[in-house]
């Protein structure tokens, strides 16, 4: 069964305290794995598509990188504004080209100024 | 200006009630999507549709029906059979070439 896991569930930082987010996946075939922020009451917001062990991209204060088995969000010197629930998806390779996400349940990031 | 537009924002349902969420979208894109998120909980997909007059079943379709008479449109009935139907609603797009979904602001259900 394709699994996506989020951990932890909930983390609080202090302002400018880096550190990173978790997304393993157990897929059947993997097409590419999504970062999504999503602020409350509001639908997601996309940031990072990766494709392939090894690949990283960045955007201001994110990296997202993978590996085989999963994926890290980092965060370097969070503001409050990064306060948020960060959610990953996996693509799969599908019988239909509908392409759909399995989502992990997303970790809530609260950053403390 | 491009995107996704859900309404209402906020739908109050009775019991023995149908309930219609509206999705519509000006993208272009030919796939939509309708996912449901409880707290502390990953989307679960609904139903979703490739083409017009096309839709197949999510993982969780039981108590939902939807149509999609037009490419701009995919509205999202949640029936009375549907008996724990409190939830944020959210509608999805794929499309243009991109891999990615793109979301609609969401509809937060509750029942009376």
């Known amino acids: 069964e394709d699994q996506v896991t989020q951990s932890p569930e909930a983390l609080r930082l202090q302002e400018g305290e880096s550190s990173s987010l978790n997304c393993s996946y157990t897929?059947?075939?993997?097409?590419?794995l999504f970062w999504y922020r999503q602020d409350p009451g509001k639908g997601p917001e996309f940031l990072f598509t990766l494709y392939s062990a090894g690949e990283e991209k960045e955007k201001e204060r994110l990296k997202a990188t993978l590996t085989k088995k999963e994926s890290f969000l980092h965060i370097t010197a969070p503001k409050p504004e990064d306060s948020a629930t960060y959610l990953c998806?996996?693509?799969?390779?599908?019988?239909?080209?509908?392409?759909?996400?399995?989502f992990g349940s997303g970790t809530q990031l609260t950053v403390l100024p | 200006d491009g995107g996704i537009t859900q309404s209402p924002k906020y739908l109050f349902r009775k019991e023995g009630q149908n309930v219609t969420l509206s999705c519509e979208q000006n993208l272009n894109h030919d796939a939509m999507y309708w996912y449901r998120q409880d707290p502390g909980q990953g989307l679960r997909l609904i139903y979703y549709?490739?083409?017009?007059?096309?839709?197949q079943k999510g993982d969780i379709a039981e108590g939902y029906s939807v149509s999609r008479e037009k490419k701009e449109s995919f509205p999202l009935t949640v029936t009375s059979a549907q008996k724990n139907p409190t939830a944020f609603y959210l509608c999805a797009t794929r499309g243009g070439g991109y891999e990615k979904l793109f979301f609609g602001s969401g509809t937060q259900l509750s029942v009376l």
């Open positions: 549709s490739q083409i017009v007059n096309d839709f």
């Open positions: 998806a996996a693509a799969i390779i599908s019988s239909g080209s509908a392409r759909q996400l399995t």
């Open positions: 897929v059947s075939g993997l097409r590419g």
